[in-house]
């Protein structure tokens, strides 16, 4: 079995400087070998003098890692902004996040696509253009990742995954996003918002096998649980996720190389004890 790594992600912008290097301990004191760099960090790093140095500090003194990288998103970055000048500016910011990645040991880099629009396919092809050789460059594997709407569907991604046949360019699968969608028995479409139904045109697709359809361009997954219906970023077991059955699922994808602890710890009230727990057994599935 190959060597398939555990990083766990949690909500640092929330956490004061002075407490970060209590909770990094916290985690090496469970176990725990890797951290995601999350978002908040990569802005820290663009825009803030010193951070980085602060940051490996942090990471030193407990003998901690950063493995994987979840890119800046939001209405700034996300790949199909339609606004030009900020379009450069977005690519650009996304070319120095890879690059700090990378600087940390980062096997990938996640973006998202965007809120969906119609069109939305041209700004998304012409960013990747751009940001694929910049992840080739910069020796990371940037990874695109589905969401609930039909511009970030499995179907949807395959489109930009088949038109960049790059070893430096695959997929995130959201597994909570993925059970959100998941076409499994007793799904009653009536239950998601009016949001999703709106932009679904009242027609939303769900998907049966999503790592299946997905799996020869898989690299890595952000692991958390809902109530199939919303993105409740639950630890799994609190809800619907087919953890048994998805797990090794993954473990079999040619190109994976790491698994993603997404959960919101802080919404739950989970400890950092309880997050180790959980996905250490979770890595024993096979």
Same mark, same amino acid.
């Given at each position: 079995m190959k060597d398939i790594q555990l990083a766990h992600f949690y909500a640092w912008r929330s956490v004061p400087d002075a407490m970060a290097p209590v909770l990094i301990q916290e985690f090496a004191d469970n176990g725990a070998e890797n951290l995601v760099l999350i978002e908040a960090w990569v802005e820290r790093l663009l825009n803030e003098p010193g951070f980085c140095s602060r940051l490996k500090g942090w990471l030193g003194a407990c003998g901690m890692n950063i493995a994987e990288c979840h890119g800046l998103w939001g209405a700034g970055y996300d790949l199909n902004i339609a606004e030009l000048p900020r379009r450069k500016g977005m690519i650009e910011d996304h070319r120095l996040g890879m690059e700090y990645a990378a600087f940390f040991g980062c096997k990938t880099y996640t973006v998202h696509t965007g809120p969906y629009y119609e069109?939305? /396919?041209? #700004?998304?092809?012409?960013?990747? /253009?751009?940001?694929?050789?910049?992840?080739?460059? +910069?020796?990371?594997?940037?990874?695109?990742?589905?969401?609930?709407? #039909?511009?970030?569907?499995?179907?949807?991604? %395959?489109?930009?995954?088949?038109?960049? =046949?790059?070893?430096?360019?695959?997929?995130?699968?959201?597994?909570? !996003?993925?059970?959100?969608?998941?076409?499994? #028995?007793?799904?009653?479409? /009536?239950?998601?918002?009016?949001?999703?139904?709106?932009?679904?045109?009242?027609?939303?697709?769900?998907?049966?096998?999503?790592?299946?359809?997905?799996?020869?361009?898989?690299? +890595?997954? !952000?692991? !958390?649980?809902?109530?199939?219906? +919303?993105?409740? !970023?639950?630890? #799994?077991?609190?809800?619907?996720? =087919?953890?048994?059955?998805?797990?090794?699922? %993954?473990?079999?994808?040619?190109?994976?190389?790491?698994?993603?602890?997404?959960?919101?710890?802080? +919404?739950?009230?989970i400890s950092i004890r309880k997050l180790c727990e959980t996905f250490d057994e979770l890595m024993k599935l096979q």
């Open positions: 069109g939305m /396919e041209k #700004p998304v092809f012409e960013a990747l /253009e751009q940001l694929v050789p910049a992840a080739e460059k +910069t020796g990371i594997i940037l990874a695109i990742e589905n969401g609930f709407n #039909p511009g970030n569907s499995p179907d949807a991604l %395959l489109q930009y995954l088949k038109a960049f =046949p790059s070893k430096y360019f695959g997929c995130c699968l959201d597994l909570g !996003h993925a059970n959100g969608m998941y076409a499994c #028995p007793g799904k009653k479409k /009536e239950r998601y918002s009016a949001y999703l139904q709106n932009i679904w045109k009242n027609d939303i697709r769900l998907e049966p096998d999503p790592i299946g359809k997905l799996s020869e361009y898989l690299v +890595t997954a !952000h692991v !958390h649980d809902n109530d199939g219906y +919303t993105d409740g !970023h639950m630890l #799994p077991g609190m809800g619907t996720l =087919p953890s048994e059955q998805w797990i090794p699922a %993954l473990k079999k994808c040619p190109r994976l190389v790491s698994l993603q602890d997404e959960v919101s710890a802080l +919404t739950y009230r």
